[in-house]
């Protein structure tokens, strides 16, 4: 994931009806790397602009509008494949490039926690020696004891740590 960058202009979302809301990005530009923080009140946007720049959630945007995303690999323009309906290149470049932790963790509930670690490395085909990468990480987590536990048995903390760990 070297030189990974997300480079969003003018970016749009907007979701009528109950439950509306409007997020505009002017401006946003992260670089692998980079810590960033999003703050602020409850239902400001926060979660949805992760969620657009993490390719699950189509934005809204009319002309001069930009959604980038720099690679190794290349610049891929992410909203021209939105409005092509390219979801498996977005699923593609999410489980290559693109990673991030729900407030709920967001973990398959019929997978173990250590299954649920594994699973972005079963997708990519790179399982070599990731068992004991998942051990050695799951000791530093402090969530070793709870490997082979399911997500309804584990606290919130412990999913959270679950997903970082994946």
């Not at 960058?5 to 749009?12: E, K, N």
């Not at 992760?50 to 610049?75: C, H, K, M, N």
């Not at 987590?141 to 903390?157: F, T």
Request: glycine share 12%; hydrophobic share 45%; aromatic share 4%.
């Amino acid at each position: 994931m070297e030189n990974t960058v997300f480079s969003l202009r003018d970016l749009h979302v907007v979701r009528p009806g109950a439950g509306a809301f409007r997020l505009h990005v002017r401006s946003l530009d992260v670089r692998q790397g980079q810590l960033l923080a999003l703050t602020g009140p409850s239902g400001c946007g926060k979660s949805t602009a992760l969620d657009v720049l993490a390719g699950i959630l189509r934005p809204d945007s009319g002309d001069g509008s930009r959604f980038l995303l720099r690679t190794a690999d290349g610049e891929t323009d992410m909203l021209a494949l939105w409005r092509a309906g390219r979801l498996d290149a977005l699923a593609r470049l999410r489980g290559k490039h693109l990673g991030y932790v729900l407030q709920t963790g967001g973990l398959l509930p019929f997978l173990s926690a250590r299954d649920n670690i594994l699973l972005p490395c079963r997708c990519l085909g790179n399982m070599g020696r990731r068992l004991e990468a998942v051990w050695n990480m799951a000791t530093a987590l402090g969530i070793d004891r709870l490997l082979l536990q399911m997500p309804a048995s584990l606290s919130v903390g412990e999913r959270q740590r679950v997903a970082i760990a994946r």
